[in-house]
C-alpha cells in the first residue's frame, strides 16, 4: 500500500471547465483511493492560500485588474511556488490529485489572444502529471448547472473558447469523461483508472516533467 518507501505516489489532475464536476469528482476520488488504504492528498491551483494565490484570487474576483501576461505568470508561479514539497509528497508515496494544473493555465490564458507557445513556456520543468482527466462538457451545458459564481472568467462566451483552447492541447494519453454521465457512473469510470495509474507508480514508474 501507499507507505511504502520504495513507491512513490502519482500525480493525478482534474482539467476541465468551470461547472464540469471536478471539485466533486477530486473529492470522490480522494475518498475512494483513501479507503483503499492509499496516502492521498487533494491540491487545488490556483492555491489561493499564498501571497501569489491572493493576488489571483482578487484578480479573479475582479477586486484588482492585472495584465494579461502577468496574469499568466502569477498562475504559473503559484504553481512553481508549490513544486518541491509537490515532488516531495510524491517521493514519500503520497498520491496528489490535482484540481486543475498547467493546462487550465494554457487553456484559460490562450483563450484570452495570447500566444499558445508563449503560454507553454513557463510550465517548462514543472512536474509532468501521471493521469490527466478531462471533464468534458458543452460550455451551454456547464452554464446551464448554475452556480457560476460571478468570477472574471464564468461567461459562456469566454468558457466557449476555454473549450478550444483545451482541444488543442490534449493528447492522446488525456482520459476523456463524459461530464454528462451520472455522478456515480464518472466516479466508477476515473476510480479503474486511477487505481491502476497508482499501481504502476508504485511499481516504479518514473516521475517526468513538462512537457514530456
Ligand atoms: P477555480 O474555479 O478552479 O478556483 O479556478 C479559478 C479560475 O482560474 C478558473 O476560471 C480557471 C482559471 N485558471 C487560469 O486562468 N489559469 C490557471 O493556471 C488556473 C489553475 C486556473
Ligand atoms: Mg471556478
Redesign the pocket.
Known sequence: NGGSSESRGALIVLEGL?RSGKSSQSMRLLSFLEGLGHSTELW???DRTTSIGQMISSY?SNESQLDDYTTHLL?SANRWEKRSLMEKKLKSGTTLIV???SY??IA??SAKGLDFEWCKAPEIGLLAPDLVFYLDIPPEKAAERGGYGG?R??KLEFQRKVGKSYHALRDASWKIVDALLPMEDIAKQMQEIAINCVLECQKGKRLSHLWS
Open positions: 468551470d487545488r491551483f490556483p479573479l498562475f484540481d486543475r494544473y487550465s493555465g484559460f490564458s468570477e472568467y464564468e
